[in-house]
């Protein structure tokens, strides 16, 4: 009868049939004898099998000189990237790519060369500001050490006027004064 064997999950078949009259029409059983077509013909499942979806077309990134084109120019060029995620077969890629080409080649350029200078800028800018900041850091540590050796000068003129027998009072206020100094300028600025 020409029945093919199937996967135990496919087990519904159709048969197709004839009636007397020439009509045809299908059928969950075999047809009889009086009704059955000249050369048996098998369906497999009632139901076909499921169409596996296409994974979306990878997009590409677009451009950065984007922004810099003329809007019309920009839309084209993300009419051309775009154009395989959306399904535009590649003859028509092709004519958008040509268009553009013949359109905008002129503006691309131009577009291109703005965004190299601006980009060119940056790293000036970027450059010239980490020079400031380590200008920033040598002026400061140069006022720490100068700090720090006009302190080590300071300690060392009190060891010396504490180190003297027989100072008046005036002498004592001074030095007196001058730890003051010392304390605030040395001590409390390191803290």
């Given amino acids: 009868m020409g029945l093919l064997a199937t996967p135990a999950a496919a087990q519904t078949t159709t048969y197709r049939c ?17 009704r059955r077509p000249q050369t048996p013909i098998y369906y497999g499942p009632s139901q076909p099998p499921p169409v596996r979806a296409l994974p979306p077309a990878r997009l590409e990134r677009a451009p950065e ?17 775009t154009a395989p995620a959306r399904g535009v077969d590649s003859r028509t890629q092709s004519e958008l790519r040509r268009n553009f080409q013949e359109l905008c080649t002129e503006d691309q350029s131009r577009a291109r060369r703005a965004l190299m200078e601006d980009k060119q800028l940056e790293q000036r800018e970027r450059q ?22 006009q302190c080590a000068e300071m300690r060392g003129a009190i060891r010396q006027r504490r180190a003297r027998t027989g100072m008046s009072e ?10 003051q100094r010392y304390e605030t300028r040395c001590v409390n600025a390191q803290r």
């Fill in 18 to 34: 004839v009636t007397a009259d020439g009509k045809r029409f299908t059928s969950s059983t075999p047809c009889s004898q009086a």
């Fill in 65 to 81: 000189e984007l922004t810099y084109m003329s809007p019309e120019c920009a839309t084209m060029r993300e009419g051309i990237r």
């Fill in 128 to 149: 010239q500001e980490r020079q400031q900041v380590m200008e920033r850091r040598t002026l400061a540590k140069a006022d720490q050490d100068k700090l720090m050796a």
């Fill in 170 to 179: 005036g002498d004592l206020r001074d030095l007196q004064l001058f730890e």
